[in-house]
């Protein structure tokens, strides 16, 4: 089977300490992979690594360079632009064209004149999420992506993951809402990296 990203004995680090070890998983066209693990087991550091945002410490990414798109806990908005300039600014930051999927995905033509700074938590959430289509990358990582928004457009945002999806597209996400899509389970617990030993610990008071 085709695989666009392979991940091999990744360990991921966090101020300095490692959060996760050895995570291994393929990422194939098509497929949706959700992490799941309590609150602090390094699903955003994990996300973040694959992304190129921070630095591995150890184990291999392979296929993720510019291919992925990020959507994290900031929207990526300028205040001061509107909708349009906002995914217009991005499409030149990509290298591409063409603004009006983001704006029909995410219900954003009403809006498209609007400066960011007017609009609401939701609205601005739309837009953060519309760059992803802007972008025409075929890999979308997605932090708590349905932070803010209202039951439709949750729906609306798992509509245009599915559409991705069926074009070939693949997504990893962090999420706690059920979107309804089809998808499998990526469980980090297993890859806790086990606590770091202080070497300065004196063992002549055991």
């Known amino acids: 089977m085709q695989m666009v990203l392979r991940v091999s004995n990744l360990t991921c680090m966090r101020g300095g300490i490692p959060i996760l070890a050895n995570v291994s998983f393929d990422l194939h066209p098509g ?7 309590p609150n ?16 591995l410490h150890a184990g291999d990414i392979q296929g993720a360079e510019d291919q992925i798109a990020y959507a994290g806990h900031s929207d990526g908005l300028k205040s001061t632009l509107t909708v349009q300039e ?14 009006q999927a983001g704006l029909d995905a995410f219900d954003l033509m009403d809006l498209q004149d609007r400066k960011a700074h007017d609009l609401s938590a939701g609205q601005k959430r739309r837009l953060g999420l ?21 039951t439709n457009s949750v729906a609306q945002f798992a509509t245009a993951v599915r559409a991705h ?37 004196d063992e002549a008071f055991l």
Request: proline share 5%; net charge negative.
């Open 86 to 99: 906002n995914l217009l600014f991005w499409a030149r930051i990509y290298g591409t064209s063409g603004i």
């Open 165 to 201: 999806c069926a074009s070939g597209g693949s997504a990893i996400m962090a999420t706690h809402i059920d979107l309804g899509l089809e998808a499998e389970t990526v469980d980090l617990t297993p890859f806790k990296a086990l606590a770091p030993i202080d070497d300065a610990f």
């Open 40 to 55: 602090g087991i390094g699903k955003t550091t994990l996300l973040r690594t694959l992304a190129g945002l921070q630095p």
């Open 31 to 37: 497929q949706i992979l959700m992490l799941r693990g």
């Open 130 to 150: 519309a760059r992803l289509l802007v972008t025409h990358r075929p890999i979308w990582m997605l932090d708590e992506p349905t932070v803010s928004l209202d």
